[in-house]
T-cell receptor, first 115, second 116 residues
Framework: DVKVTQSSRYLVKRTGEKVFLECVQDMDHENMFWYRQDPGLGLRLIYFSYDVKMKEKGDIPEGYSVSREKKERFSLILESASTNQTSMYLC??????????????FGPGTRLTVT | AQKITQTQPGMFVQEKEAVTLDCTYDTSDQSYGLFWYKQPSSGEMIFLIYQGSYDEQNATEGRYSLNFQKARKSANLVISASQLGDSAMYFCAMREGQRNNNDMRFGAGTRLTVKP
């Protein structure tokens, strides 16, 4: 079974703190993704990475950065957390390749609250 | 522009009955894929079913089937014989074209509640 794990299920941080969300996958997938999920908006892509040290911006990268130093690990960083970053954060991974059929495998999510 | 539209924020269905969750999409690509995911209250997204744009037959996976109407750009999920465990959020998603698979777009989701 594909396993995508996230470091925390629930996290509470204060405004201005630096926040790290960690994601690890064990299926040797090339692609890794970070989404945020908000009610009524579905999932929105923050960043994705298709290789170690490679990253591309998604739809809503502002206020976030990412790091991928090892193939299996993809970190999302909130440099200075703000209350509007309170959300559910989902990590996903998939095989690389052209063609539309590659599904993404998701982690359990991290519910982040910024106070 | 919204690529994936799910017009039903919430749906109710009686246990053992069938239910259809609507999804329409917008693309100019000829090659694309459509996905449905289930998200229980635990939060994890579970892949349910996939339909390719060139697939001539509707996809089926157990009690799940995808009613694919290409000309209407709709990809509705049909769940037959609903079970209490089907209560969850359901997301429709699309990936376009032949590039690396970063362009997956999700709808806003439909919350399905199965009544006993």
């Amino acid at each position: 079974d594909v396993k995508v794990t996230q470091s925390s299920r629930y996290l509470v941080k204060r405004t201005g703190e630096k926040v790290f969300l960690e994601c690890v996958q064990d299926m040797d997938h090339e692609n890794m993704f970070w989404y945020r999920q908000d009610p009524g908006l579905g999932l929105r892509l923050i960043y994705f990475s298709y290789d170690v040290k490679m990253k591309e911006k998604g739809d809503i990268p502002e206020g976030y950065s990412v790091s991928r130093e090892k193939k299996e690990r993809f970190s999302l960083i909130l440099e200075s957390a703000s209350t509007n970053q309170t959300s559910m954060y989902l990590c996903a991974s998939s095989l690389i390749g052209t063609g539309p059929s590659y599904e993404q495998y998701f982690g359990p999510g991290t519910r982040l609250t910024v106070t | 522009a919204q690529k994936i539209t799910q017009t039903q924020p919430g749906m109710f269905v009686q246990e053992k009955e069938a239910v259809t969750l609507d999804c329409t999409y917008d693309t100019s690509d000829q090659s694309y894929g459509l996905f449905w995911y289930k998200q229980p209250s635990s939060g994890e997204m579970i892949f349910l079913i996939y339909q390719g744009s060139y697939d001539e037959q509707n996809a089926t996976e157990g009690r799940y089937s995808l009613n694919f109407q290409k000309a209407r750009k709709s990809a509705n999920l049909v769940i037959s014989a609903s079970q209490l465990g089907d209560s969850a959020m359901y997301f429709c998603a699309m990936r376009e074209g032949q590039r690396n698979n970063n362009d997956m777009r999700f709808g806003a989701g439909t919350r399905l509640t199965v009544k006993p």
